[in-house]
Nanobody, 120 residues
Framework: QVQLQESGPGLVTPLETLSLTCTVS??????????WTWARQSPGKELEWIGS???????YYNPSLEFRTTIDRNLDKNQVILRLKSVTPEDTAVYYC????????????WGPGTEVTVSS
């Protein structure tokens, strides 16, 4: 059974780069046809897809965030990493890592999430 755990700084200064790590256990991030997905939910808003990376390593990004987003993997540690550049207070949200069957948020096995606040 897959388990996912998000980690990262709870507070980020505006215009900095947010880096979050998703540690995966129970399955390797290169196995099968899985996608490893990042999503976020801001207060009062719906879950927003940020991007996904396929088990082959090919990334897919939300067009509205594409130019600020990088999703990569640390294969030695079986981790999926999200980097979001030039953050603003609008990036304040709970960020989730999940395993999906394709890019997007449908049918995901999610981690518990990690709260991120962007503030000076």
């Amino acid at each position: 059974q897959v388990q996912l755990q998000e980690s990262g700084p709870g507070l980020v200064t505006p215009l900095e780069t947010l880096s979050l790590t998703c540690t995966v256990s129970g399955v390797t991030v290169t196995s099968g046809s899985h996608y490893w997905t990042w999503a976020r939910q801001s207060p009062g808003k719906e879950l927003e897809w940020i991007g996904s990376i396929r088990s082959t390593g090919h990334p897919y990004y939300n067009p509205s965030l594409e130019f600020r987003t990088t999703i990569d993997r640390n294969l030695d540690k079986n981790q999926v990493i999200l980097r979001l550049k030039s953050v603003t207070p609008e990036d304040t949200a709970v960020y989730y890592c999940g395993r999906t069957a394709t890019w997007g948020t449908s049918g995901a096995d999610w981690g518990p999430g990690t709260e991120v606040t962007v503030s000076s």
